[in-house]
């Protein structure tokens, strides 16, 4: 069973950076797209960005391109979520994914908050 555990979030100031973790196991994440998603207070989830673990290629949502950065570490099965230049906007839970190419399945972490003070 694939189990996917978020850390790193906290509060910080506008215009700083965070760095979440997602630590996999479980899965042959080879196999994977590896994302993150978000979820503010009221509104609904929304997709960040992703990673596919094998080629390291990414992909981001316009709103966070230049200032988030998804990277993976395969020795640690852990992907990582960069954030910098911090907005306010930026609040919210950040979710962990993994989606198994082909299938269908997507298996969620717990999330962390991440709070952005004005």
């Known amino acids: 069973q694939v189990q996917l555990v978020e850390s790193g979030g906290g509060l910080v100031q506008a215009g700083g950076s965070l760095r979440l973790s997602c630590a996999a196991s479980g899965g042959t994440f080879s196999r994977y797209f590896m994302g993150w998603f978000r979820q503010a207070p009221g509104k609904e989830r929304e997709f960040v960005g992703t990673?596919?673990?094998?080629?390291?290629?990414?992909y981001y949502a316009d709103s966070v391109k230049g200032r988030f950065t998804i990277s993976r570490d395969n020795a640690k099965n852990t992907v990582y979520l960069q954030m910098n230049s911090l907005k306010p906007e930026d609040t919210a839970v950040y979710y962990c994914?993994?989606?198994?190419?082909?299938?269908?399945?997507?298996?969620w972490g717990q999330g962390t908050q991440v709070t952005v003070s004005s």
């Open positions: 990673i596919r673990w094998t080629a390291g290629s990414t």
């Open positions: 994914a993994a989606d198994l190419i082909g299938s269908g399945d997507r298996y």
